[in-house]
Nanobody, 122 residues
Framework: QVQLVESGGGLVQPGGSLRLSCVIS????????MGWYRQAPGREREEVAC????????HYSGSVKGRFTIARDNRKGTVYLQMNSLKPEDAAVYYC???????????????WGQGTQVTVSS
């Protein structure tokens, strides 16, 4: 069974940067499209970004496009989320997940990990 472990969250001031990492185990990382999602208190979980394993094409939600970058390293079995110009509204628990990514639509599947908390505050 695929397991995902996120890391890299923390407290950052508005305008700052963080890089999240997600390591996969129990599966063949290169076989999966991957996505990052986030959930803020009182809100539904929402898609942040997805990346294809076939050609590493990417898709971003409108709220993060131009500020966040998703990347993957198949040799390390790791997917990253570089977050720049962070805003207070980016604060949430961030999760990585295997997805089906086709036609700019990402559909998560599998089990969610514990996530990593991102707090943006001065």
């Amino acid at each position: 069974q695929v397991q995902l472990v996120e890391s890299g969250g923390g407290l950052v001031q508005p305008g700052g940067s963080l890089r999240l990492s997600c390591v996969i185990s129990g599966g063949t990382f290169s076989a999966y499209d991957m996505g990052w999602y986030r959930q803020a208190p009182g809100r539904e979980r929402e898609e942040v970004a997805c990346i294809s394993t076939y050609d590493e094409s990417t898709h971003y939600s409108g709220s993060v496009k131009g500020r966040f970058t998703i990347a993957r390293d198949n040799r390390k079995g790791t997917v990253y989320l570089q977050m720049n110009s962070l805003k207070p509204e980016d604060a949430a628990v961030y999760y990585c997940i295997t997805v089906h990514y086709k036609g700019n639509i990402c559909r998560p599947f599998g089990s969610w990990g514990q996530g990593t908390q991102v707090t943006v505050s001065s």
